[in-house]
């Protein structure tokens, strides 16, 4: 069910026309979205760090493959090219990015769209911290509403492309204790 997920969104970004920049590899979820993109005639660019090239995860088929010094060059890399951010289930890494692209926009830093595909529940647990977070005032509820959620992800697409793009600001409201 993770795989078929994987294809269908490298398939839905291709067929609508739009490019995916990603981490550059061929193994995992995201290989599978890349080689759907590209099966579908999509633009798929790869941003990997030197270390990964030489342990011979780049995927070798796509339009352009960018390679950096760093995990934080290829964060900054993948984040500048990008005009959204979807994020398939996946391990420590989706996490830190996932993570790492809220906070760039609760800062301000970006207004580009996020969105999960949550598949069978995946993110289940951790929307349900985010509201946790939330309901304990650690977060505000426009940032919470910055994480777009869908199954679906054509579905998870329209939401993003109908979401607004005005800066939340972190600190507007907020007292000085």
Known sequence: M???SARATGRVLAEAGIGLVYGGGRLG?????????IEAGGEVIGVIPEFMVRKEVAHPGLTQLQIVQSMHER????????DGFITLPGGLGTFDELAEVLSWAQLGLHTKPCGLVNVAGFFDAYLHQLDHALSTGFMRSEHRALVLVDQDPMALLNRMRAAPSAPVSKWSGTEVR
């Open 75 to 82: 964060k900054a890399a993948m984040a500048d090219c990008s």
């Open 2 to 4: 993770f795989a078929e």
């Open 29 to 37: 979820l995201m290989g599978l979205v890349a080689d759907a993109a």
